[in-house]
Structure formats: structure tokens, C-alpha cells
């Protein structure tokens, strides 16, 4: 399995903000979350079949997609917790 950059990019700024004792912990926490559901769901989102229940598969996808849409915004989100806690 390939490790997305979600993911490393959430745990580095969890990490930094654990180590140095920072606020608001549970942003990082959130988008490693949605990192890791981004990875086990890329393949079946991107394809484009759908299965016997075509409305709750549908339903699902769109649902994993924000997920994942979420958490490739998040990355910008972690540069930006990242420069207010050291920078400012």
C-alpha cells in the first residue's frame, strides 16, 4: 500500500504540535483520519462500477470523495497551524 502525503504531512504536524505542547491537536488528528479513510477507499471512489445497490453505492462514494476532499484541503490547513504556532 502506498502512503499518501496526507498522511505524512498530518502526522509530522501532529507530532510537532505533541512535542512542543501546541493547541488544537484534534485538526491534524482529524485530517490523518480522513488521510487514512482516503487510502483504503482511493480504488473503489475512482471506479466506476457500482455495484448491485446503485443508490447507497453512490451514496457512498460521494461521501468517501468529500472525505478525501477534505483531507487533501486539510494539507494547506496543517502548513497553516504549522506557521501560526512557530511563526507568529
Request: net charge positive; with cysteine.
Amino acid at each position: 500500500m502506498k502512503i499518501n502525503s496526507i498522511i505524512l504531512i498530518a502526522l509530522l504536524t501532529l507530532f510537532l504540535g505533541f512535542f512542543f505542547n501546541q493547541h488544537y491537536l484534534w485538526i491534524p488528528l482529524s485530517i490523518l483520519v480522513a488521510g487514512f479513510v482516503q487510502l483504503f477507499t482511493r480504488h473503489w471512489v475512482a471506479s466506476d462500477e457500482l455495484g448491485m445497490w446503485i443508490k447507497t453505492s453512490a451514496l457512498l462514494k460521494f461521501l468517501f470523495a468529500s472525505i478525501s476532499f477534505l483531507g487533501m484541503l486539510g494539507q494547506v490547513v496543517c502548513a497553516g497551524l504549522i506557521f501560526w504556532w512557530f511563526i507568529l
